[in-house]
């Protein structure tokens, strides 16, 4: 695990404001438009860095401090959008909680064998979840 880091970049002012960021293992970012793409990724692993999120929540400054990191992804062009249930849905927002969270729950590190996104939003297939 851990050739890619996904996440989605919301550096206001940069080309790239509001699209889904890969990394390779060199560092080396792609961008995809969550409104043309879906992102689906495998073997992957929630990392946030809770340090830097509760500062985020305590004083609103944005720092780059969680992302996914999976061993390979696959750009699918979007025709329609994949949505999964409300239970597969998972967030991250440190404005309001500093963590990832899926239905109430911490997941913060958890291992799962698929995530994918449709649109902005992030889905764990129920099928794909294991806990870390």
């Given at each position: 695990?851990?050739?890619f880091?996904?996440?989605?970049?919301?550096?206001?002012?940069?080309?790239?404001?509001?699209?889904?960021q890969?990394r390779?293992?060199?560092?080396?970012?792609?961008?995809?438009d969550p409104?043309?793409?879906?992102?689906?990724?495998?073997?992957?692993?929630?990392?946030?860095n809770?340090?830097?999120?509760?500062?985020?929540?305590?004083?609103?400054?944005?720092?780059v401090c969680?992302?996914?990191?999976?061993?390979s992804?696959?750009?699918?062009?979007?025709?329609?959008p994949?949505?999964?249930?409300?239970?597969?849905?998972?967030?991250?927002?440190?404005?309001?909680?500093?963590?990832w969270v899926?239905?109430?729950?911490?997941?913060?590190?958890t291992?799962?064998?698929?995530?994918?996104?449709?649109?902005?939003?992030?889905?764990?297939?129920?099928?794909?979840?294991?806990?870390?």
């Amino acid at each position: 695990m851990g050739r890619f880091r996904v996440r989605f970049n919301l550096a206001r002012g940069e080309k790239t404001y509001r699209l889904w960021q890969v990394r390779d293992e060199m560092g080396n970012p792609s961008h995809y438009d969550p409104d043309k793409f879906k992102l689906v990724m495998t073997d992957c692993k929630l990392h946030n860095n809770r340090n830097e999120a509760e500062k985020i929540l305590d004083d609103g400054y944005r720092r780059v401090c969680s992302w996914i990191v999976c061993s390979s992804y696959e750009v699918v062009l979007m025709k329609e959008p994949m949505v999964g249930t409300k239970d597969e849905h998972i967030m991250y927002n440190p404005k309001f909680t500093p963590y990832w969270v899926m239905n109430g729950v911490n997941m913060d590190g958890t291992t799962h064998e698929l995530i994918y996104t449709s649109g902005r939003d992030i889905y764990i297939p129920q099928s794909g979840l294991t806990r870390g």
